[in-house]
């Protein structure tokens, strides 16, 4: 139904558009054949200009028209989006998750060598990894 | 030792051919995106009214008013429909991108993690070749899952998609008809009163008002190109994921990759075109 509106509001935008290009050729063709005063003249282009204003106005509803159609289609466009960055933060996790594996096994390995300042370190860099994980989640 | 070098030897032959490459729908959606993220011909419908004011009678300007609130008001409405593409089509290339499901840097930093530590007992080498490995295995896993997150993204993505580029060819298709307007609004008053200033007293005014009509000729007819750019390019795009949507299997064949080439060359060359208009 919205469709057949906005092709309906199409067609007769075009045909008040035609109108307008109309009106202005037998005008210009009057106005060399000086069939009219520079006055009538005028009030006729401001007549065609109107109905170009009109055709302009139901151009704004037409594409409104387009718009709301929008609505569904651009539901699921941004639902389709949000899947993929999850898959795509998913991943960034996974990361995350190595980078936390790789600074475990330097703090086990301090732990085991008995440093304290190395297992200080350790501790900070771990700290770290599990901020970042969580700032992703 | 001889094992982990054999194992290293087969994963790297594993690594170069079982990598997917999807430079070509990476570039297209690329290219595409930019081509949907450029709001001028949006812009220029909704300031409509400035442009065509000073060429008003009295009499049209309650019309010509009325008609640039409602321009106004729907242009939010029109410019989410350009975001709504552009984030597709962005997200669209970060599923193709090469960095995008790549978890080796963290795999890197767990090597130089054990390898900062020789008291673990392990040498060089051998993290070295585990680390290795443990890229090769979990490329291999993120590209299979990137592949399966790109197809069902096109799958789901391609109906939807589809209508909204045919609805923003549609919206070009208004805002050339209303330009047109414009133009004709213009265009036509400067006719129309160029014929009654032609005599010799007029000659000023009347050669300032061509010199004039010159120049706005030139302004619409740049513009008039850039509608007719942009509509070229929609389909382009509709056409492009179109084909990835009909080779969702088949996305590394040649002949595919080939097509989608040459398509975002063509993007390519129609966003060159619109900017130097």
Redesign the interface.
């Known amino acids: 139904m919205a469709l057949a509106t906005?092709a309906q509001i199409?067609a007769i935008?075009?045909e008040l558009?035609k109108c307008?290009?109309v009106v202005?050729e037998r005008?210009?063709k009057s106005?060399?054949r000086r069939e009219v005063n520079?006055q009538e003249?005028?009030l006729i282009?401001?007549d065609?200009?109107?109905l170009?204003?009109?055709?302009?106005?139901l151009?704004?509803d037409?594409?409104?028209c387009?718009?709301a159609?929008?609505a569904?289609?651009?539901k699921?466009?941004?639902?389709?989006?949000s899947?993929?960055?999850q898959?795509?933060k998913t991943?960034k996790e996974?990361?995350?998750?190595?980078?936390l594996?790789?600074?475990l096994?330097?703090l086990a390995?301090?732990i085991?060598?008995a440093k304290p300042s190395a297992i200080l370190a350790a501790l900070n860099e771990v700290r770290k990894d599990c901020e970042s994980i969580k700032d992703i989640a | 030792m001889r094992i982990i070098q054999a194992v290293l030897a087969c994963t790297f032959i594993i690594l170069l051919s079982g990598c997917t490459n999807l430079k070509e729908v990476r570039d297209f959606a690329g290219q595409s995106a930019k081509l949907t993220g450029y709001t001028e011909l949006t812009t220029r419908f909704r300031d409509?009214y400035y442009r065509e004011q000073p060429y008003?009678?009295e009499?049209?300007h309650t019309?010509?008013q009325?008609?640039d609130a409602?321009?106004k008001a729907?242009y939010q409405?029109?410019l989410?429909?350009h975001q709504?593409?552009t984030?597709?089509l962005q997200?669209l290339a970060?599923?193709a991108g090469d960095n995008?499901?790549d978890?080796s840097?963290?795999?890197d930093?767990?090597s130089?993690?054990?390898s900062?530590?020789p008291?673990?007992g392990l040498e060089k080498h051998e993290v070295d070749a585990v680390s290795g490995l443990a890229k090769v295995i979990?490329r291999w896993a993120?590209s299979s899952?990137q592949q399966r997150?790109l197809r069902?993204?096109i799958k789901?993505?391609n109906?939807?998609?589809q209508?909204?580029l045919s609805?923003m060819e549609?919206?070009i298709d208004?805002y050339q008809?209303?330009h047109?307007?414009e133009w004709?609004?213009i265009k036509?008053?400067l006719?129309?009163e160029l014929?009654?200033n032609e005599q010799p007293e007029h000659r000023l005014l009347a050669t300032l008002a061509r010199a004039h009509a010159q120049a706005k000729a030139a302004e619409y007819e740049a513009a008039a190109k850039k509608y007719r750019e942009a509509r070229k390019g929609i389909q382009t795009i509709s056409q492009g994921h179109q084909l990835l949507a009909d080779n969702l299997g088949k996305l590394s064949r040649k002949n595919v990759k080939d097509s989608l080439r040459q398509l975002s060359k063509d993007v390519k060359s129609i966003n060159k075109h619109i900017e130097s208009l």
Do not use: C, W
């Open positions: 906005q199409e935008a075009i558009h307008a290009d202005h005008l210009m106005v060399k520079h003249a005028q282009f401001q065609e200009i109107i170009r204003q009109k055709a302009n106005g151009y704004i037409a594409a409104n387009v718009v159609g929008f569904e289609s651009q699921r466009l941004l639902q389709t989006i899947t993929a960055k898959k795509l991943i996974l990361a995350a998750f190595i980078d594996t790789a600074d096994i330097v390995a301090a085991n060598a | 409509t008003l009678s009499e049209v019309f010509a009325q008609n409602r321009r729907a409405d029109l989410k429909v709504t593409i984030l597709y997200t970060a599923l995008s499901f978890i840097s963290g795999v930093a767990l130089v993690g054990i900062a530590h008291d673990l979990s993120t899952y997150a069902q993204f789901e993505g109906e939807p998609l209508t909204t609805g549609k919206l208004y008809q209303t047109d307007n004709q609004t036509g008053l006719e129309l014929s009654f």
